[in-house]
Every structure is written in structure tokens, then in C-alpha cells.
């Protein structure tokens, strides 16, 4: 039975060889296309990233979640997939004239419908892949995910090479789509049968429908804020703030994937051992905040120098809203995590609920902090997401048996030897800011600051330094973080028809 930590770090393999496809397919595959090439691909990404929102309807978690799904609930998710995956790519076709028009693009038509062919690809291995992460077999996901990756980048170069153009990027999705299915069919032992059975898919209904409602709502609040500032503010500050928010979101997205896909099949093992999870969830929450708040509280600390080096001095307003997104991003990191808990317990009524609630409370907030400028929606984003945390957590660390005072005790040393951290390389940066350029002060803080914080959280939290330690490669088994306590995947599961309620 594979531990907490293994997930987490063949989950962490996994996304750093996609991320690591992705840079050499931009090195090489930049220097063979056109901007117009990339053009064209975004703009059909806009319509496949939408799709991909009911690219299984949530059947996927429902079945990591299950205790024991049947054989028959098995079969009918995967014809279901099957079936609903072809629908998705008649659909992607169909809009494709229509896309066309509106991005004003004719040869967007040809590239949505080769993009088409993926989601049935995809769909015809959906259930065995769930599979694999519902038995913590990552290892074999993550061979699978970075060879599919690899192949599928090299088919894209051919196609470069063979002028293709933008075609080759979407002959590159599909080749990855088609390899991901065929080694996932080849390392699952499952071999389901085609029959369509509506009926068998009754118990996860409720539960799948309510995480693709989740998932539109949050769809939706994730652009509303650069929807706004594209239409009522000029072309400079939609720059600005996309930039920005793409910093702020890169490294947190990777971090929240990584933990949020290794938990929870061991979360959804221990339903029912409430104490369990609330203990487990604690411990991630410290291991995250270890790792978030050094980067975000850093960010803050040196936003200026980090800005010119990386950008240049056109993009210093990147620096003013950095001031804000920083502190934001922490407090993401925190609660972003509380899907994975929601679903893990069979309670995506309640995600669906926090969706929403959330999506008032920031497009509300987006809109009022705007009459300011553009540092006031900013600065709005932070003060909302500070209600927001504290609301979310608290309702879901109801579900796990726990409370805030808890989660704070948890995150209280790292989140103090990251601030105390930033204060020192804010004065040494205020200090060297006359003598020496931003990128030797960015050379020079970075390391100073970070062996400050690793000592720092050694003398008050070892515990979560042995654990980060670990996640390196010290033999599984425990999650020691805070406590030192085993902690591993599995649990003799019970019988159970349909993901868990309450």
C-alpha cells in the first residue's frame, strides 16, 4: 500500500516531466512555427479548455473516491465516457465555424476539429486510469504521462519540420492522447466491457454533477476578474495584471495539482475515520504552507528586483500588484486544497455551495475594488480572499473533525519564519537598492533569504523540514511532519455502492 508521501512524490515526477516537455517543446518547436502559428493554437484553446470541463462529468473522481465500485458501475462508466467523449468532439466540430468567425480566423475550423479527436481518445481510458490513481499506482501514471508527453512532442516537431504549421501543435495533442490511452490499457489489469447501462450510473450522479457545477463556477470566476479588467481598463493594464496573475499562478497551480491529485485516494480510503483525515489534512496543510509562504512572502520582499530582472522596467507596475497578489497567493495555496477533502468524503454538495459563494463574494468584490483602479480591484482580491479562507476552512475542517485554532498551530511556524524571512531581505534589498543592480541584489537575497527561512524552520518546526526532506526520497511509510505518526494509503475497505454521504 503506497503511502502519502509516494503519491506525492511520483505525482511531483509526473508534473515536473510535463513541465519539462513543455519548456523543450517551446525551445524547439518556437524556432519551427510562427507567432501565428501560436495564434491560432490559443485561440483554439479557448474552446477545447472549456469542453474539457465535461470531459467526464466528475465520473473520474467519483470512482478514486468509491470504497468499492461494482463491476457493473465500472462498465457503465466507462461506455459512458466512451459515449459522451464522441459527443464532445462532434460538438468541438460543430462550434467550429462558429469559433472561426468570431476569433475571425478561417483556419481555426480545420485546427478545432483535429483537436476534436482527442477528448474520445482521452475518454477511452478515463475509468482505467482512475483506476491506477485509486490504487496509488503513480509510478506507472507517471511513466505513462512523461513518455506519452515525450512521443507526442516529437510527433509535433515532425509535423513542424514536415510544415504543417499550427496543425503540428494539434497533431501533438492528439499523438499524446492516443499514447496515454494505449499504455494505459496495456498497465491496467480492468478490461471493461461496452454496455450502456444509465441506471448503474444513479449512485455517483449526484456527486459527479455537483463537481462539474463546482468546476463551471469556478471556471468562471478564474477569467471574470481579467474579463473586467480587458473591458474597463486600456491594453497596458490587461498586460499588467495577466502577467502578474500568471506568476502568482504558476508555481501555486503546480503545488495545490501535486497535492490535491497524490491525496486523495488516500483520503477517500479513510472515510469513515474522520480523526484520520482531519490529522492527515493538518499535516498537508504544514507541508504546503512550508513551501508556499517562503515563495509568496519572498515574492513580496523582492517584487522590484525580481520585475526588472525578469521583465525589464516597462513592466514595474507588475511589482505594485505583486504587493497584493503575493499575500493572495499564500492564502490560496491554504485553501485550495479543500476540494480534494470535499470530494475525498463523498461531499461535493457542499463544494458546489463553497463554488458559488465564492464566486459572489469575488466578482463582487472585483467590481467594487475597480471603481479604484486597478490596484483597488487588487487590493479587493486580497481582502475577499482573506473572508474566503477563513469561511472555507472553516467549513471544512468541520467535515474532518478539526478546527482553525488547529490549522493555525500548524502553519504558525512557517508562516512566522517566512515573514520574519521577508522582513530581513526587504531591509537588505531597501539597503543594497543604491549600490548594486536588481539582478546581482536577485543573486545575492535569494540564497540568503532562503537559508534563512530553512533555519528558521528547523529550530521550531524540524518536523516539517524532516518531511520535506523526505519527500526527496527517505523510505515511505510515515508522514512525519508535526507528529512523526504513520500514516499510510490504504485501509480494508467496506462495501459500498456509491460515494459516501452524510
Not at 485553501?335 to 480534494?340: A, D, E, H, L, R
Request: net charge positive.
Amino acid at each position: 500500500m503506497a503511502s502519502a508521501r509516494a503519491n506525492v512524490r511520483w505525482v511531483l515526477t509526473a508534473q515536473a516531466g510535463r513541465l519539462a516537455v513543455q519548456f523543450v517543446s517551446i525551445a524547439v518547436l518556437s524556432r519551427l512555427l510562427s507567432p501565428a502559428d501560436y495564434g491560432l493554437m490559443a485561440m483554439a484553446t479557448v474552446v477545447t479548455n472549456f469542453a474539457m470541463l465535461f470531459r467526464d462529468m466528475g465520473t473520474s473522481t467519483a470512482l478514486i473516491q468509491m470504497e468499492r465500485p461494482s463491476a457493473a458501475l465500472l462498465d457503465a462508466v466507462f461506455s459512458f465516457n466512451l459515449v459522451f467523449g464522441g459527443v464532445i468532439a462532434v460538438a468541438v466540430a460543430l462550434c467550429a465555424p462558429l469559433a472561426a468567425w468570431a476569433f475571425s480566423a478561417t483556419s481555426l475550423t480545420g485546427l478545432l476539429m483535429v483537436l476534436s479527436l482527442s477528448f474520445p481518445l482521452a475518454a477511452a481510458s478515463a475509468a482505467q486510469l482512475a483506476l491506477l490513481e485509486r490504487d496509488s499506482n503513480f509510478r506507472a501514471v507517471a511513466w505513462i504521462e512523461i513518455s506519452s508527453g515525450a512521443l507526442g512532442l516529437a510527433g509535433g516537431i515532425a509535423g513542424a519540420r514536415a510544415g504543417l504549421g499550427a496543425y503540428s501543435l494539434a497533431m501533438q495533442a492528439v499523438l499524446t492522447a492516443a499514447l496515454t490511452t494505449l499504455q494505459v490499457w496495456g498497465l491496467s489489469h480492468w478490461r471493461p466491457r461496452l454496455r450502456w447501462a444509465p441506471r448503474e450510473l444513479r449512485p455517483i450522479w449526484s456527486f459527479s454533477s455537483n463537481l462539474v457545477a463546482f468546476n463551471l463556477v469556478n471556471y468562471f470566476v478564474r477569467n471574470a476578474d481579467t474579463a473586467l479588467v480587458g473591458r474597463f481598463f486600456d491594453a497596458h493594464s490587461l498586460g499588467w495584471y495577466s502577467v502578474a496573475n500568471r506568476l502568482l499562478l504558476f508555481p501555486l497551480q503546480n503545488l495545490t495539482y501535486v497535492a490535491s491529485r497524490a491525496l486523495l485516494p488516500v483520503y477517500s480510503r479513510r472515510q469513515g475515520e474522520q480523526r484520520e483525515i482531519g490529522s492527515l489534512y493538518l499535516r498537508t496543510l504544514a507541508v504546503i504552507a512550508a513551501i508556499s509562504a517562503p515563495m509568496m512572502f519572498g515574492l513580496w520582499a523582492l517584487r522590484e528586483p525580481f520585475v526588472a530582472t525578469l521583465m525589464g522596467p516597462k513592466w514595474s507596475p507588475v511589482a505594485d500588484i505583486l504587493q497584493w497578489f503575493a499575500p493572495t497567493g499564500f492564502l490560496q495555496s491554504i485553501n485550495s486544497t479543500s476540494g480534494t477533502v470535499l470530494s475525498a468524503i463523498g461531499r461535493t454538495d457542499v463544494l458546489r455551495k463553497i463554488g458559488i459563494a465564492n464566486a459572489i463574494v469575488l466578482v463582487g468584490a472585483f467590481v467594487a475594488g475597480m471603481q479604484f483602479g486597478l490596484l483597488g480591484l487588487v487590493e479587493a482580491y486580497f481582502v475577499a480572499t482573506c473572508v474566503l479562507t477563513l469561511a472555507i476552512m472553516h467549513v471544512v475542517l468541520g467535515y474532518v473533525g478539526c478546527n482553525l485554532g488547529a490549522l493555525i498551530r500548524r502553519v504558525q511556524a512557517p508562516v512566522a519564519s517566512a515573514a520574519a524571512m521577508a522582513a530581513l531581505v526587504a531591509l537588505l534589498n531597501s539597503a543594497l537598492q543604491a549600490l548594486v543592480s536588481p539582478p546581482v541584489r536577485l543573486i545575492v537575497l535569494v540564497p540568503v533569504g532562503g537559508l534563512f527561512y530553512l533555519l528558521l524552520l528547523w529550530t521550531f518546526a524540524s518536523g516539517i523540514v524532516r518531511e520535506l526532506l523526505a519527500l526527496g526520497g527517505i523510505p515511505d511509510g510515515r508522514f512525519v511532519a508535526g507528529t512523526g505518526s504513520e500514516v499510510t494509503a490504504g485501509v480494508t475497505p467496506r462495501e459500498k455502492q456509491g460515494p459516501r454521504s452524510r
